[in-house]
């Protein structure tokens, strides 16, 4: 995932192409830590551009996976999609101690931006970034699941166990420990 910076002609460098999961050291982590799995390849399109003297790389990555839902812990598949806009801009050599620090000190990152040194842009860290930032925080294997029965466990989604009014004791219950708490 390397973008060499004389391949960025005048009229920008378009690229295509599908990169396995693995070659991605925290796309690699994450399913190894079982948290996703990857079934099928990156499928990354760019457009990089020079504006002077930075890097415009803008792009999308799209990928399927499979997590586990939050709430009922069965496994499902998920598209992820993203798309991207990113300014790298070349490093600022370290600057001497000068008299006004604030000045030294704005780098490409307090910019909002990336910062590249040489000829070669690595997208690496930008393309698993983007697929992580997809991914949902707590998944779901869809909007309106029900979850497992706090009781017996049973998957609400295959319909009502039986157990519905302990089930709502307990919610009420869960409520008044609400309202205690925030009143202090
Ligand atoms: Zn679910
Ligand atoms: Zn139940």
Same mark, same amino acid.
């Given at each position: 995932?390397?973008?060499?910076?004389?391949?960025?002609?005048?009229?920008?460098?378009?690229?295509?192409?599908?990169?396995?999961?693995?070659?991605? $050291?925290?796309?690699?982590?994450?399913?190894?830590?079982?948290?996703?799995?990857?079934?099928?390849?990156?499928?990354?399109?760019?457009?990089?551009?020079?504006?002077?003297?930075?890097?415009?790389?803008?792009?999308?990555?799209?990928?399927?996976?499979?997590?586990?839902?939050?709430?009922?812990?069965?496994?499902?598949?998920? $598209?992820?999609?993203?798309?991207?806009?990113?300014?790298?801009?070349?490093?600022? $050599?370290?600057? /001497?101690?000068?008299?006004?620090?604030?000045?030294?000190?704005?780098?490409?990152?307090?910019? %909002?931006?990336?910062?590249?040194?040489?000829?070669?842009?690595?997208?690496? /860290?930008?393309?698993?970034?983007?697929?992580?930032?997809?991914? $949902?925080?707590?998944?779901?294997?869809?909007?309106?699941?029900?979850?497992?029965?706090?009781?017996? %466990?049973?998957?609400?989604?295959?319909?009502?166990?039986?157990?519905?009014?302990?089930?709502?004791?307990?919610?009420?219950?869960?409520?008044?420990?609400?309202?205690?708490?925030?009143?202090?």
């Amino acid at each position: 995932m390397i973008i060499d910076l004389d391949d960025i002609k005048e009229q920008g460098l378009s690229l295509e192409l599908m990169e396995a999961f693995d070659h991605f $050291p925290a796309l690699n982590e994450l399913q190894a830590d079982g948290e996703v799995v990857f079934l099928q390849p990156l499928d990354i399109r760019l457009m990089a551009r020079k504006f002077e003297g930075m890097v415009i790389v803008e792009g999308s990555v799209a990928t399927v996976v499979r997590l586990q839902c939050c709430r009922c812990l069965q496994e499902f598949e998920q $598209p992820l999609d993203a798309t991207f806009s990113i300014t790298y801009a070349r490093q600022l $050599p370290a600057m /001497e101690e000068g008299g006004d620090g604030a000045e030294v000190e704005l780098q490409a990152d307090d910019l %909002g931006m990336l910062a590249f040194e040489g000829d070669e842009i690595d997208l690496t /860290e930008t393309v698993q970034e983007q697929v992580v930032m997809a991914m $949902p925080f707590k998944p779901l294997c869809r909007e309106d699941c029900q979850g497992l029965c706090s009781q017996c %466990g049973a998957d609400l989604n295959d319909g009502d166990c039986g157990c519905r009014d302990q089930a709502m004791d307990g919610k009420f219950a869960a409520l008044k420990d609400f309202k205690v708490k925030k009143t202090d």
